[in-house]
């Protein structure tokens, strides 16, 4: 059973999860709603309900594989659970990343301002941009499940022995991880030169604009900040998560430290969780529909005072 320490950080974690749950789930709803209110399924609606959607995948998915390595570790070498979790994890958590790129895409070809041709010719194929993105992630699949293939056998075949797990850790570590993750590695690039860019069009804009005579900030200004909020914090929680990983995946070396996993886990739960509220807190139109679900919250919990007086 857990010691105090762990389950105050598994406390932690359901409570993220919780969060997280809630979080997409209304991002999600609010998606189809609006969707299903204007017949029309937009691509921005599109990509927030596939993030919203493939987020709450991965926390039940961690949430899951972390249960399983601290209640019944050898449940998941005995069984074809680590498979199953293994395969699930490489799919959802790519196509995560491919919801999220696409979102950082999106925001970068209607915000930034650019009078390049490239520019200019890319902000009028942005449907045929997403198109090429899907056919990378399926690229990227197939070309990473033979390594996850691998990775599983190798770790259910040999994994009472220690000494060879961590040696082939300090050996191959590093090329493994990069081979599992070359799909995410070049997604993650491409939302670096995306940041940049936004960075450099926001500069440009204001030294072209300035701040106008009241002193507050024009849309475009006000447009460029909000983008760079969405790409730095997902820059953040992203490498959060990943090291996350990380340590769970350290874990195998020192079986007896559930305080690593469990650390991990949290670490690695707060990316998909936290990056959704702020995408509610920048989106007008999900942080105005938060608003109205909190009013109306709070006039149910009055009432429920008053009825009870």
């Known amino acids: 059973?857990?010691?105090?320490?762990?389950?105050?950080?598994?406390?932690?974690?359901?409570?993220?999860?919780?969060?997280?749950?809630?979080g997409n789930g209304f991002i999600g709803i609010i998606n189809c709603i609006e969707s299903v209110k204007n017949k029309k399924l937009s691509m921005i609606g599109f990509i927030l309900i596939g993030l919203a959607i493939s987020r709450i995948c991965l926390i039940w998915i961690l949430i899951t594989d972390g249960i399983i390595h601290i209640f019944s570790l050898d449940l998941y070498f005995t069984s074809n659970l680590a498979d199953y979790i293994a395969y699930s994890w490489v799919i959802i958590n790519q196509t995560n990343t491919w919801f999220a790129t696409s979102?950082?895409?999106?925001?970068?070809?209607?915000i930034a301002n650019f009078s390049h041709y490239i520019f200019l010719w890319l902000k009028m194929r942005i449907n045929w941009i997403f198109s090429l993105l899907m056919g990378s992630?399926?690229?990227?699949?197939?070309?990473?499940?033979?390594?996850?293939?691998?990775i599983v056998n190798n770790q259910k075949i040999n994994n009472r022995?220690?000494?060879w797990q961590v040696a082939r850790r300090k050996n191959g570590f590093i090329i493994e991880q990069v081979l599992l993750n070359v799909g995410i590695i070049i997604l993650f690039l491409i939302?670096?030169?995306?940041?940049?860019?936004?960075?450099i069009s926001l500069w440009r804009h204001k030294?072209?604009?300035?701040?106008?005579?009241?002193g507050l900030r024009d849309p475009n200004t006000e447009a460029h900040v909000k983008a760079m909020k969405v790409l730095i914090s997902f820059i953040i929680l992203f490498v959060l998560h990943f090291i996350g990983i990380a340590m769970e995946i350290t874990f195998f070396t020192v079986p007896e430290n559930k305080v690593l996993l469990i650390l991990g886990l949290a670490t690695a739960v707060i990316y998909p969780w936290g990056h959704s509220f702020i995408l509610i807190l920048v989106n007008r139109k999900l942080k105005q529909a938060s608003l109205r679900v909190l009013r109306q919250l709070k006039f149910c919990e009055k009432g429920e005072n008053l009825r009870a007086n």
């Open 137 to 150: 992630l399926l690229i990227s699949l197939l070309f990473t499940f033979p390594q996850i293939v691998k």
């Open 103 to 110: 979102l950082i895409i999106f925001y970068f070809l209607k």
């Open 191 to 199: 939302t670096l030169i995306m940041c940049f860019l936004v960075v």
């Open 207 to 214: 030294k072209k604009m300035q701040l106008n005579v009241f």
């Open 1 to 22: 059973m857990p010691g105090i320490m762990e389950g105050i950080l598994f406390s932690v974690v359901i409570g993220e999860s919780i969060l997280g749950f809630l």
């Open 161 to 163: 022995n220690t000494t």
